[in-house]
């Protein structure tokens, strides 16, 4: 079976292939493509040279496997399926279904001649006692779903007809979402319907098995006010507010437990204020933003684009998957939409639909970068407006920046 080849994630990757000491963990929201990602490793290793012998694949959510629920019973199937010599290739999918998996894994590991990669319930490897059970000798490997150059080019695998206007086919993206296996289908309500089932699905597995909701009603209020608000400024003060007089009365630590239970489960991305004077991060207001639109746009009759934190959105989930950190921007009195950061590095970034609605605008967007005095770029990002020259900052459209796959 062919996969759809995402090489933003196999380039990350690939160093790590042979190496034994160091186990690969796949993280990512569910539906995202983490399995797809490891059946294309391991058919890059068979195209390689690779004997098939040698690859061994168990996905623990699939017929055959779901028996597997103890460390002794994973350490049998393993040591069944690992007689061969040479270096061997382990993957294992949904690798939570097994309790004290992490003991098997480190025992495999010190034998020196596999080399291991998992993925599994985000909720449950991102937590710390992952962390300390694999005693720090891992690295992980953050997937998110497709991004506007990756959902092109699925299309075109796919063999779907892809519009001819860039601007239209960046609108369908915005409203469809990038969930790989909604772009197999053709109506718009069946790719709603599809992840809308994510959404249960995530709540079911992800989320339920591992952690206790005391009042599901109230869980899922929240989960849809966040859904329904992502990319606006908010606080738990000003959310406990909202949700009492919509009648629904929480507890701060609750309301704060649950938020980060959505973002473990990776259908939020929490984006906090960064302070460009002092360096520092700023507590209180934050934004957060959706790992896919699909969940808004599936969750909410309206159609219609709201390009501002649509865009947002988009611009923020492309610079994580391009391993940037991503603040909020604080200069004085003004506010930069985004200030990312890798290594010692840093850009700047604008967003908006459009800046020549009137002069107004243009300078709302270009005064916050002109602002800061330091050599890094800057960026204004629209949708489809002509190309502006000012002042050394970069202008560009968004669908066009994406296409290409340039990072900022």
């Known amino acids: 079976m062919k996969y759809y080849k995402r090489e933003s994630y196999l380039k990350k990757i690939r160093g790590f292939y042979n190496d034994t000491e160091i186990i690969k963990v796949i993280t990512g929201v569910?539906?995202?493509?983490?399995?797809?990602?490891?059946?294309?490793?391991?058919?890059?290793?068979?195209?390689?040279?690779?004997?098939?012998?040698?690859?061994?694949y168990f996905d623990l959510d699939k017929r055959g496997f779901r028996s597997i629920k103890t460390p002794d019973q994973l350490e049998k199937l393993i040591e069944d399926n690992i007689k061969v010599k040479g270096l061997k290739y382990l993957f294992i999918d949904e690798v939570q279904n097994v309790t004290d998996f992490e003991e098997v894994l480190n025992e495999f590991r010190d034998e020196g001649d596999i080399s291991i990669f998992i993925t599994g319930s985000n909720s449950y490897l991102l937590s710390g006692e992952l962390i300390t059970k694999l005693t720090g000798r891992y690295i992980e490997f953050e997937m998110f779903p497709l991004n506007f150059q990756e959902y092109l080019g699925m299309k075109a695998f796919l063999k779907k007809n892809i519009n001819q206007n860039l601007v239209q086919e960046f609108d369908n993206y915005l409203m469809e979402g990038g969930f790989p296996k909604a772009v197999q289908y053709d109506s718009l309500q069946d790719k709603k319907t599809y992840v809308t089932g994510v959404i249960s699905e995530i709540f079911q597995k992800d989320?339920?098995?591992?952690?206790?909701?005391?009042?599901?009603?109230?869980?899922?209020?929240?989960?849809?006010?966040?859904?329904?608000?992502?990319?606006?400024?908010?606080?738990?003060?000003?959310?406990?507010?909202?949700?009492?007089?919509?009648?629904?009365?929480?507890?701060?630590?609750?309301?704060?437990?649950?938020i980060k239970i959505l973002c473990d489960a990776k259908i939020l991305y929490e984006c906090s204020r960064f302070d460009l004077k002092s360096k520092k991060s700023i507590a209180g207001e934050k934004k957060y933003y959706l790992s896919d639109l699909g969940f808004y746009y599936s969750t909410n009759t309206d159609n219609r684009i709201n390009?501002?934190?649509?865009?947002?959105?988009?611009?923020?989930?492309?610079?994580?998957?391009?391993?940037?950190?991503?603040?909020?921007?604080?200069?004085?009195?003004?506010?930069?939409?985004?200030?990312?950061?890798?290594?010692?590095?840093?850009?700047?970034?604008?967003?908006?639909?459009?800046i020549m609605s009137s002069p107004e605008t243009e300078e709302r967007e270009y005064r916050p970068l002109e602002s800061i005095k330091d050599n890094y770029p800057k960026y204004v990002l629209t949708r489809s407006d002509p190309i502006q020259h000012r002042n050394g900052i970069i202008h560009k459209n968004l669908p066009d920046l994406m296409k290409g796959g340039e990072l900022f």
């Open 307 to 354: 390009y501002g934190p649509v865009m947002e959105n988009v611009a923020y989930i492309y610079a994580r998957s391009n391993d940037y950190s991503v603040s909020v921007g604080r200069i004085g009195k003004l506010e930069c939409d985004f200030i990312l950061r890798k290594d010692i590095d840093y850009a700047y970034l604008q967003i908006c639909m459009t």
């Open 207 to 258: 989320i339920r098995r591992r952690v206790k909701i005391r009042n599901v009603s109230v869980f899922q209020k929240i989960q849809q006010y966040l859904i329904n608000n992502f990319g606006a400024t908010t606080s738990l003060t000003n959310m406990l507010e909202a949700l009492e007089k919509d009648g629904t009365k929480i507890k701060r630590e609750t309301l704060n437990n649950y």
């Open 30 to 56: 569910r539906r995202c493509g983490k399995s797809s990602l490891m059946l294309t490793i391991a058919k890059e290793l068979e195209e390689n040279g690779v004997l098939k012998e040698n690859i061994i």
